[in-house]
C-alpha cells in the first residue's frame, strides 16, 4: 500500500511540474541580484533622512541587504504558494515530512541530509546567479530534486503504520488533484509564460 | 508570582504600552478611509446619538459600500468624549486594547503552562518571555498603531479563551459569563469574528461535552445564552446589508455549491487559501503587500523566530500537557477559518488571531532549546539575544523612521496637509474646490474642517464667469504648472521621490 501511494504521489507531482513547461523563465521574485540589494539599501537610506549618518550607514547598506534579504528571497523556493503549485500540496507536505524528518531523527540520514542540502544549494545558485542554462533543464533539476525531497519524506511519515496517516496522505492527494483540475493556470503566478 | 517578576511583567506592559501610544497621532502619518468614516460615525453619536445617517445608536454603521460592526465605533465616541474629535481619539481604543492584549497573553500562557508539572516551574519565566515578544511583535504593532477594530476584537476573544481556561480550573460561574460576554462582544467588534467566535464557543462545547460531561451543562446554558445575545448580529447577517461585506469580499463569488463539482471546487478554493496562511514569504517577508498591513519587506514575524517556531512545533509533539497542545493546534486550526473563506488571501488584519499561538510557538521554542542544553545552549541564546536586539533596532528605525514617510499615501497624510492648508485659508477665499481625482473622500473633510463649504469637481473644470470677484482656493492633482503665477503651494509627498501629491491654486 505504501508503495503505491508513493507511486501515485510521484505521478500527482510530475503532472504539476509539467505545467511549468508552458512558461520560459520564473518570475522576478526569485531573484535577488545585486541590483535589488543597491536598489533597497538606497531606499532605505534615503528613507532615513533626518536620522544619524552614521546609524544610517550601519544599519543600511550592501552586506546587510544582500545576507537579510538573501535570507528572505530563499524563503521563496521553500514557500507554500510556490511549492503547491510546483508539487502539489502533497508535495509541500512531503518536504516538510522529509526536513522533519532529518530535525527529529536520531539516525544519520547522510543522503537525505545531502539531498535537503542539494536542493538548497540549486536555491542559492538560481537565486543570486540566475545561470545562463535552458530554462527546460533547470526545471528538470528543481523538479527531480524537489520530488524526491518530498517522496522521501511522505515515505518516512508513512512508514509508522497508522490509518490516520494513509488517510491524510489520501485527503492530500484528493486535495492536489482538485487544485489540478480546478486551478490548472495557478502556476503562471510564479514564470512568465511562453 | 514573585516580585520580580511582577517588575518585569510591568517593564514589559509599558514598553508595549509605548511602543503602541507614542506618536500615534502622526504615525501612521493619516487617517485612512475607514478611520475618518468610525470617527465622523462616533462624534455624531457623541453628539447626537445619531450615525452619520440619521440612525439612533445602530447595531452595524453604514460605512463606504458595506456596515461595520458597532463595538468599535462606540468605543471611539467615549474616547472622544475625553480627547475630542482627533486622530488619537480615533486610535485610542485599538492603541489600549493592544496593550491590554499584552497582558491577556501573559495570564493566558501562564494558565496553559501551570496545567502540567512539566512546564510548572518555568511557567511564570515562559509567560515573560511571550508577553515580552508580543509587546513588541511587528504584527501586532502594526494594528495596534491604526484605528482597527481587530484589536479590540482579539483582546476580547483572547479574554474569552482565558477565562475558558479559569473556569475549566476553578468552575467558577463567573469566568463563564466573562467567557460569554468576551465572545459576544468580539463578535460585535470585527467582521471576522462573526465566524471565529461562535464557532470556538460552539468547538469548545463539544469538546467539554467528551471531555468533563460534569459541566457540559453549563457550557451550553453559557452557550445558548450567548446565541440568544448573538440574535441580533444573526438576524443582521440574513439581511442584504448583513452580507455585502461577505458577497464583495468572498472567495466563492464565482462558485456554485449547485453540483458535487461546484462543492469540490469550493473546498479547493478554501483550502488553498487556508493553506496560504502558512506561507513563509507572507509570515517573514512581504506580508499581504499592503501598505498599511505592514512595514514594506520587514514581515509580520522576526525572521529569529522562525527557528525557534520550528522546535515550537517540536515541544508541542512531545509535551505531557495536553491542554497546551490543545489550545495552541485549535488556535492555529481556527486563526484562518474566517480569513480563508475571503479574498484577498492571505491577508493580514484578519489573520491577527495567530500573533497569540505564534508567540506561544517561538516562546516553547526558546524553552525546547533550554531543556535540551549541550555546548551550543549558551552560544545560541547569546545569539539569539543579539539577533532579537538587532531585530528590534531594526524594526524601530523601519517603523519610526521611514514608514510615516514611505506609507504617506496608503494613510491619507496628502489629503490631511490639503485639509490643514485648507484650515489656514480658510478666511482668505469665499469658495474651496477640490479635485475629485485626488482621491480625498468628503469624509476627510467633513471630519478634519466641517464647517468649510466645499465643491467637488472633475478635472475638466474652469472657474465659472459668475464667480468672477469671488476668491477660489483649488486644490488638483498635479497636471502641469500650466498657471504657475496662480500656484499657492504644492502639497508633497515625503517619499523616495518627493512626489507632489497636490497643487493649490488661487484662482
Avoid at chain 1, 536542493?119 to 537565486?127: P, V
Avoid at chain 2, 467588534?189 to 467539554?208: C, K, N
Amino acid at each position: 500500500m505504501r508503495k503505491l501511494l508513493i507511486v501515485i504521489v510521484w505521478i500527482v507531482e510530475l503532472f504539476f511540474t509539467a505545467r511549468w513547461h508552458g512558461c520560459w523563465l520564473f518570475k522576478d521574485i526569485f531573484y535577488f541580484t545585486w541590483k535589488v540589494v543597491l536598489a533597497r539599501a538606497i531606499d532605505a537610506i534615503s528613507l532615513n533622512n533626518g536620522a544619524s549618518v552614521l546609524l544610517t550607514h550601519l544599519m543600511h547598506n550592501k552586506i546587510v541587504y544582500l545576507f537579510w534579504g538573501g535570507l528572505q528571497m530563499l524563503l521563496q523556493y521553500w514557500d507554500v504558494r510556490f511549492l503547491k503549485e510546483f508539487i502539489g500540496i502533497i508535495g509541500f507536505f512531503g518536504i516538510v515530512f522529509a526536513i522533519w524528518y532529518l530535525l527529529t531523527s536520531l539516525r544519520k540520514n547522510v543522503y537525505v541530509w545531502f539531498l535537503f542540502i542539494f536542493c538548497l544549494i540549486i536555491s542559492l545558485i538560481e537565486m543570486f546567479f540566475q545561470p545562463n542554462i535552458d530554462y527546460i533543464w533547470k526545471l528538470f533539476v528543481f523538479g527531480s530534486a524537489f520530488q524526491l525531497l518530498s517522496l522521501i519524506g511522505i515515505w518516512q511519515f508513512l512508514k509508522v503504520k497508522s490509518k490516520k496517516r494513509y488517510l491524510f496522505v489520501i485527503f492530500l492527494l484528493t486535495v492536489s488533484i482538485l487544485s489540478l483540475v480546478f486551478f490548472p493556470l495557478a502556476y503562471q503566478a510564479f514564470c512568465l509564460k511562453i | 508570582m514573585k516580585l520580580p517578576f511582577i517588575i518585569a511583567l510591568f517593564g514589559i506592559i509599558f514598553l508595549g504600552g509605548f511602543l503602541r501610544f507614542y506618536n500615534i497621532s502622526s504615525n501612521p502619518s493619516g487617517l485612512y478611509t475607514d478611520e475618518v468614516s468610525i470617527g465622523l460615525n462616533a462624534y455624531d453619536i457623541l453628539k447626537t446619538g445619531k450615525d452619520q445617517y440619521g440612525v439612533s445608536f445602530p447595531l452595524a454603521f453604514k460605512s463606504f459600500g458595506d456596515y461595520k460592526m458597532p463595538v468599535y465605533i462606540y468605543l471611539v465616541s467615549l474616547s472622544m468624549m475625553f480627547f475630542g474629535k482627533t486622530d488619537f481619539s480615533v486610535r485610542f481604543p485599538s492603541a489600549l486594547a493592544g496593550t491590554l492584549t499584552i497582558l491577556v497573553v501573559f495570564f493566558l500562557f501562564r494558565q496553559l503552562l501551570k496545567s502540567d508539572k512539566q512546564t510548572k516551574k518555568v511557567a511564570d519565566t515562559l509567560s515573560l518571555i511571550a508577553a515580552g515578544l508580543f509587546a513588541i511583535l511587528p504584527w501586532h504593532l502594526q494594528f495596534s498603531r491604526g484605528g482597527f477594530e481587530v484589536c479590540v476584537a482579539l483582546f476580547f476573544y483572547s479574554l474569552g479563551i482565558f477565562w475558558g481556561l479559569r473556569y475549566w480550573n476553578t468552575r467558577k460561574w463567573l469566568y463563564l459569563l466573562g467567557v460569554m460576554l468576551c465572545f459576544c462582544v468580539s463578535e460585535y467588534t470585527y467582521q471576522a469574528y462573526r465566524i471565529i467566535s461562535p464557532l470556538t464557543f460552539f468547538l469548545i462545547t463539544i469538546a467539554v461535552f467528551f471531555k468533563e460531561k460534569k459541566i457540559f451543562k453549563n457550557f451550553l446554558l453559557a452557550f445558548i445564552a450567548f446565541i440568544t445575545l448573538s440574535f441580533p448580529l444573526v438576524v443582521f447577517s440574513f439581511t442584504s446589508q448583513g452580507q455585502e461585506r461577505l458577497l464583495g469580499t468572498s472567495a466563492f463569488a464565482q462558485t456554485s455549491f449547485n453540483n458535487i463539482a461546484g462543492i469540490a471546487k469550493g473546498v479547493a478554493i478554501f483550502l488553498n487559501n487556508y493553506i496560504s496562511y502558512f506561507s513563509l514569504t507572507f509570515l517573514f517577508h512581504l506580508g499581504d503587500q499592503a501598505n498599511r498591513h505592514q512595514v514594506q519587506n520587514f514581515g509580520l514575524l522576526y525572521f529569529w523566530q522562525l527557528p525557534f517556531c520550528i522546535a515550537g512545533i517540536y515541544f508541542l509533539t512531545k509535551t505531557k500537557n495536553t491542554m497546551l497542545r490543545f489550545i495552541m493546534i485549535f488556535l492555529f486550526l481556527i486563526a484562518p477559518v474566517a480569513p480563508a473563506i475571503a479574498l484577498p488571501s492571505p491577508q493580514t488584519l484578519r489573520f491577527l488571531l495567530a500573533t497569540v499561538p505564534f508567540t506561544f510557538l517561538t516562546a516553547l521554542g526558546i524553552y525546547q532549546i533550554y531543556i535540551q542544553r549541550n555546548k551550543w545552549t549558551k552560544f545560541i541564546f547569546a545569539a539569539t539575544a543579539a539577533f532579537v536586539l538587532i531585530s528590534f533596532v531594526y524594526f524601530l528605525d523601519y517603523y519610526f523612521v521611514q514608514y510615516p514617510k514611505e506609507s504617506q499615501i496608503d494613510w491619507g497624510s496628502g489629503c490631511k496637509q490639503i485639509t490643514s492648508q485648507i484650515q489656514k485659508n480658510s478666511t482668505r477665499y469665499n469658495y474651496i474646490v477640490v479635485d475629485k481625482n485626488l482621491n480625498c473622500i468628503p469624509e476627510y473633510f467633513s471630519f478634519y474642517v466641517p464647517s468649510i463649504p466645499l465643491k467637488y469637481v472633475d478635472s475638466s473644470w474652469m472657474k465659472p464667469t459668475a464667480w468672477k470677484d469671488k476668491k477660489v482656493l483649488y486644490a488638483r492633482p498635479f497636471y502641469g504648472n500650466n498657471k504657475p503665477e496662480n500656484l499657492e503651494e504644492n502639497i508633497y509627498i515625503a517619499n523616495v521621490n518627493h512626489d507632489i501629491f497636490a497643487q493649490l491654486y488661487k484662482l
